[in-house]
């Protein structure tokens, strides 16, 4: 005998989902779940591990780009931190799944941009006519490379990925050469693809470290990824967003030579007003990719 029938499900599931997508946006928080110790099989995941649904995934036909006009075009950056297989505890992880439905819709409804992009526009050389997004990922995770690279290469989206160059080769975080391999991708056009920022040297809160240690940490991490990777970092990701419109945080980053902070207050960056010591982004968590497009439908007000 069947208890529930298949309408009364889609009916449970659907309110589930509304409440999910009028909950409050909030900023990466330094007290959630993103930090703590994800399971093994997600921290020494291999991609063979994954047989062959990844590449299935990843063959996929592409969605066709073709965002709408619009008289006020409106940025949004998006936040990732891991990709995983199944859903997890952790706030942050977000599963493949729902993760190449949002490639899906940011491919149909937005243009892709990088912080190079987001200088040039506040300085005027560089003009949007449709909605855009900055796809960005922090902390280095080793599912950047395992999960991530194949389908942005296979979507032909260009992101940023803003590193902890004290996590690097750690277990369960990208190595250097991992990283390299990344940077040298061009596309079938020759454009480059990805790029790399900053998210400190040690993923320290900086609004609450005294002044020398917080240019130590920009500095520094600046240095080591410009020295491994050859070319110049400009934009740096708050850890924990601490820090955000903090007047100490913000003289540390210009004087360590970055052009951009990137916080994670939800939010769009408008493009004739934009405050590049001050670029919100949206901290995708791990619900659906129906929540998520509400989310962003929200942000932009359209």
Request: hydrophobic content about 40%; proline content about 5%; overall charge neutral.
């Amino acid at each position: 005998m069947r208890l529930f029938s298949r309408k009364w499900v889609r009916f449970v599931y659907g309110v589930i989902g509304l409440f999910a997508a009028l909950s409050p946006l909030v900023a990466e928080s330094s007290s959630g779940l993103a930090y703590e110790e994800a399971a093994p099989q997600v921290r020494y995941w291999r991609p063979e591990a994954a047989g062959d649904s990844l590449w299935a995934v990843a063959a996929q036909p592409v969605a066709v780009s073709n965002p709408p006009k619009r008289k006020d075009p409106k940025i949004v950056p998006v936040l990732y931190h891991n990709i995983v297989f199944g859903r997890t505890g952790n706030i942050y992880n977000r599963d493949l799944y729902n993760f190449e439905s949002d490639l899906g819709y940011l491919k149909r409804k937005y243009a892709f941009l990088g912080f190079q992009d987001l200088v040039d526009i506040h300085n005027g050389t560089k003009t949007i006519a449709t909605d855009a997004t900055v796809v960005t990922f922090d902390d280095g995770d080793l599912s950047i490379y395992a999960i991530v690279y194949p389908l942005l290469k296979a979507f032909d989206i260009p992101a940023t990925f803003f590193l902890v160059p004290t996590y690097i080769g750690q277990v369960g975080y990208m190595d250097w050469d991992q990283v390299r391999e990344m940077d040298r991708y061009r596309n079938v056009r020759g454009e480059k693809l990805f790029s790399f920022g900053s998210h400190s040297l040690t993923h320290r809160p900086l609004g609450e470290l005294p002044a020398d240690e917080v240019l130590y940490e920009m500095r520094e991490s600046k240095r080591i990824i410009e020295l491994e990777l050859g070319s110049t970092v400009i934009a740096i990701a708050l850890p924990f967003g601490s820090g955000s419109g903090d007047k100490q945080v913000l003289e540390a980053a210009r004087e360590s030579g970055y052009l951009a902070v990137r916080t994670s207050k939800p939010g769009a960056v408008f493009a004739s007003s934009m405050d590049l010591m001050n670029i919100n982004a949206f901290n995708v968590e791990n619900y659906s990719s129906d929540v998520f497009v509400q989310h962003m439908l929200r942000i932009t007000g359209r």
